[in-house]
């Protein structure tokens, strides 16, 4: 092999070299760029749940301060599982994980109210300030509950069927409670109904543990012949 061969040979394998320098330099700038571009993806996804995170914080902190879609509800304690009359016992309940400020509740004697009560028809029904007051049964008034907490001992009363209407007010909701007390088969059963006020829509119907189908049928029948919003003329 002559000189010029064994030259050009030496230029080419050099120019190979060269060659694949620049191809190693293209995938290694690549290789960075890629990782470069991984990185920032895992930061902004990073961003992302941290301002998520932040945001659900923050409403928690808002809701913990406002009292949120937080509400108290009335309960009845200590009723009698027997025939003999016994004491009951009206109390607040606060079931959520926020506190609720600014309570007051208002409980009527249905019973003494119904006749009181003027139907407009299309369920508007009425009643005159003084007769509403006059069935006013209790009221009481705090201005914090705290998360999962209890104020019992309210009011207390002897045990017997009846109807209540009830008015909760909170910092944020006004709410209807309508409460029944049906004696039946020796046991004194309880239905509720709970909702805001002015709303068809309810937030719960609640019924004592011993309460069969038939007897939350009653319960139930009891509770609709409570008006659903009472306007105070």
Same mark, same amino acid.
């Given at each position: 092999?002559?000189?010029?061969?064994?030259?050009?040979?030496?230029?080419?394998?050099?120019?190979?070299?060269?060659?694949?320098?620049?191809?190693?330099?293209?995938?290694?700038?690549?290789?960075?760029?890629?990782? /470069?571009?991984? $990185? &920032?993806?895992?930061?902004? +996804?990073?961003?992302?749940?941290?301002? #998520?995170?932040?945001?659900?914080?923050i409403k928690f902190i808002e809701s913990y301060i406002s009292g949120g879609d937080a509400y108290p509800q009335l309960d009845l304690i200590a009723l009698s599982k027997?025939?003999?009359?016994?004491?009951?016992?009206?109390?607040?309940?606060?079931?959520?994980?926020?506190?609720v400020y600014d309570i007051k509740v208002e409980v009527y004697n249905f019973d003494k109210? /119904?006749?009181? $009560? &003027?139907?407009?028809?299309? +369920?508007?029904?009425?009643?005159?300030? #003084?007769?509403?007051?006059?069935?006013?049964?209790?009221?009481?008034?705090?201005?914090?509950?705290?998360?999962?907490?209890?104020?019992?001992?309210?009011?207390?009363?002897?045990?017997?069927?009846?109807?209540?209407?009830?008015?909760?007010?909170?910092?944020?909701?006004?709410?209807?409670?309508?409460?029944?007390?049906?004696?039946?088969?020796?046991?004194?059963?309880?239905?509720?109904?709970?909702?805001?006020?002015?709303?068809? +829509?309810?937030?719960?119907?609640?019924? #004592?543990?011993?309460?069969?189908?038939?007897?939350?049928?009653?319960?139930?029948?009891?509770?609709?012949?409570?008006?659903?919003?009472?306007?105070?003329?």
């Amino acid at each position: 092999m002559d000189f010029i061969t064994i030259t050009n040979a030496a230029y080419f394998f050099i120019f190979l070299g060269g060659v694949a320098a620049i191809v190693l330099s293209i995938k290694q700038a690549q290789g960075a760029e890629d990782d /470069k571009k991984e $990185i &920032i993806e895992k930061q902004e +996804k990073k961003i992302i749940e941290l301002d #998520s995170a932040l945001k659900e914080k923050i409403k928690f902190i808002e809701s913990y301060i406002s009292g949120g879609d937080a509400y108290p509800q009335l309960d009845l304690i200590a009723l009698s599982k027997v025939s003999k009359i016994d004491q009951m016992s009206f109390q607040l309940v606060n079931n959520f994980d926020l506190p609720v400020y600014d309570i007051k509740v208002e409980v009527y004697n249905f019973d003494k109210m /119904k006749s009181k $009560i &003027i139907n407009g028809g299309r +369920k508007d029904y009425s009643i005159s300030q #003084s007769d509403y007051t006059n069935c006013l049964l209790f009221r009481d008034a705090l201005s914090t509950m705290t998360p999962h907490s209890i104020k019992g001992g309210i009011f207390i009363t002897q045990v017997q069927e009846g109807n209540f209407y009830s008015k909760l007010f909170t910092r944020n909701k006004m709410l209807v409670q309508k409460i029944t007390i049906y004696y039946f088969n020796r046991i004194f059963h309880i239905g509720m109904a709970v909702y805001e006020d002015g709303s068809p +829509k309810k937030f719960d119907r609640i019924y #004592s543990l011993e309460s069969t189908p038939e007897v939350k049928k009653i319960l139930d029948e009891r509770l609709d012949l409570m008006p659903d919003t009472l306007n105070i003329i």
